[in-house]
């Protein structure tokens, strides 16, 4: 089974716009992380947020927030007030115990002027 | 902070040659650093762990020989290609794990290795 999914290859949003980019996770582990990463056509990972998985409020970092409900094992990115320099692939990853990470297949967004 | 230089951004190579790239952290120490490569349009696949003062661990499907890894210090990792072919042409990204500081568990990425291979 996949750990990471990301069901959304590429997305489109208005500048200034909001847009959430989904992600769902599997393990059956108590403690993880999951983090999001911004890969724009440079090539670099772009660390963007982190929620452990003990956290009670959903994590946030400027225009960057993360909708995280654990029982659904959902890790959604939203991203307020969408720039043009937002376009880039966006990679949903998780981290069980310290070991090694699981990407997503990633999604590409496109900010529209 | 936590920076992640790698070295060289991009290099072309004839077939059957060796090719260092380097990964440093800059401003953290590193006992745990990744290597990655990424084909286009797809994911970051891991290709091996590697812990200073000890060997790499390597991904089903890796060859141990032909990608050589060295983590000589807290923030150096070296990958080596050694005899490269065309199939090896891809986007080499390193990642480091910070000792202390920074979100818990969190990777800091390079900024990619492009290899050619003629």
């Known amino acids: 089974a996949q750990k990471i999914t990301q069901t959304q290859p590429g997305m489109f949003v208005q500048e200034k716009e909001a847009v959430t980019l989904d992600c769902t996770y599997d393990?059956?582990?108590?403690?993880?992380?999951l983090f999001w990463y911004k890969q724009p056509s440079s090539g670099e990972m772009i660390f963007l947020i982190y929620?452990?998985?003990?956290?009670?409020q959903n994590a946030t970092e400027g225009r960057y927030s993360l909708n995280f409900q654990k029982a659904r094992k959902s890790a959604n990115l939203v991203i307020s007030a969408s720039q043009l320099g937002d376009s880039a692939m966006y990679f949903c990853?998780?981290?069980?115990?310290?070991?090694?990470?699981?990407f997503g297949t990633g999604t590409s967004l496109t900010v529209i002027p | 902070g936590a920076v992640v230089s790698q070295h060289p951004s991009w290099v072309i190579c004839k077939s059957g040659t060796s090719v260092k790239i380097e990964c440093r952290s800059l401003?953290?120490?590193?006992?745990?650093m990744f290597w990655y490569r990424q084909f286009p349009k797809q994911s970051l696949m891991l290709m091996a762990t590697s812990n200073e003062g000890s060997k790499a661990t390597y991904e089903q499907g890796v060859e141990k020989d032909k990608f050589l890894i060295n983590h000589a210090s807290l923030t150096l990792s070296t990958l080596t290609v050694t005899s490269a072919h065309p199939e090896d042409s891809s986007f080499y990204i390193c990642s480091a794990d910070r000792i202390a500081g920074g979100p818990p568990d969190t990777q800091y990425f390079g900024p990619g290795t492009r290899l050619t291979v003629l």
């Open positions: 401003d953290f120490q590193a006992t745990t």
């Open positions: 990853a998780m981290r069980e115990g310290g070991n090694q990470f699981y």
């Open positions: 929620q452990g998985s003990y956290d009670e």
């Open positions: 393990t059956s582990d108590q403690s993880y992380g």
